[in-house]
DNA sequence: CGAGTTTGACCAGCGC
DNA sequence: GCGCTGGTCAAACTCG
């Protein structure tokens, strides 16, 4: 990276449409704390087979993954992270694959999934499973705008002001109340952050159909009643 | 040479 | 139970 100049340009090629929250994994909730997630990344002696890294008998617990969709040139957008890709696979229904990237700081098990709309090719759906365990390595040193929404647990109104390309959806309060059932701070930082995002939500009007129907692989369904989209 | 990417194989979960 | 699909691993490869 080379400072301002190129994330501006970066960012100048992105039109962010929406963002999208994804929050825990209503089949896959599993009560076990002590696996909190099954592989770190970098840690590699327990691996016996291929994909055969996870203990047998116990469900992976999911991080809250937070999705948006961005209107972008490049797959993989410039977020301040460094990512490494670890894999890419073929979307059902889509000619586009999807690529899954992993935080290369150590300890930090922060994944994200890159796909392309089949839809509307020009964009492109980012998911950022769990939360970085670090700063951004740009913002450390000193490149303070890039983008980087993972960091979650930071995330706040000025946050998406700052990039202001951001749209926070009008979340469910089901979808609230779940997670404030599960006392997940997290969760409740970007609740809180979320907030003040859903009345601007409504100056930008409703995701086109399209928009919406390849959201519906990540949103829970129970977006529906309240997003009332086309 | 190290870091990152590509790619095929493998496993687990889920739906039928 | 079986097949499909998503997610991950890891060897081989590429690039700086």
New binding site residues.
Partial sequence: MNGDDGDDDDASKMQLLKKINIVG?P??LKNDPDEVE??N?GD?SN????????K?????Q?EPRFAFMTKSEVD?LEDGY????????????SPYP?????C?TQKCTV?K?VERSYQDPSIVITTY?GQHTHQSPATVRGSSHLLAPPPLSSMHPSFHQEHHHLLMPHLHPQLININNNNSNNYLQNLIQSISPFQQQQQHLGQLPDHHYGLLQ?IVPSTFNDDNQLP
Avoid at 82 to 93: E, F, I, S, T
């Fill in positions: 994994e089949q896959q099954g592989d990344c590699k691996k016996v087979k291929k994909g055969a890294a996870r047998k008998g116990e469900k992976r999911r993989h460094r990512w490494r890709k670890y894999g890419q696979k073929a979307v059902k229904n999807r690529s899954y990237y992993r290369t994944k999934r499973e692989d």
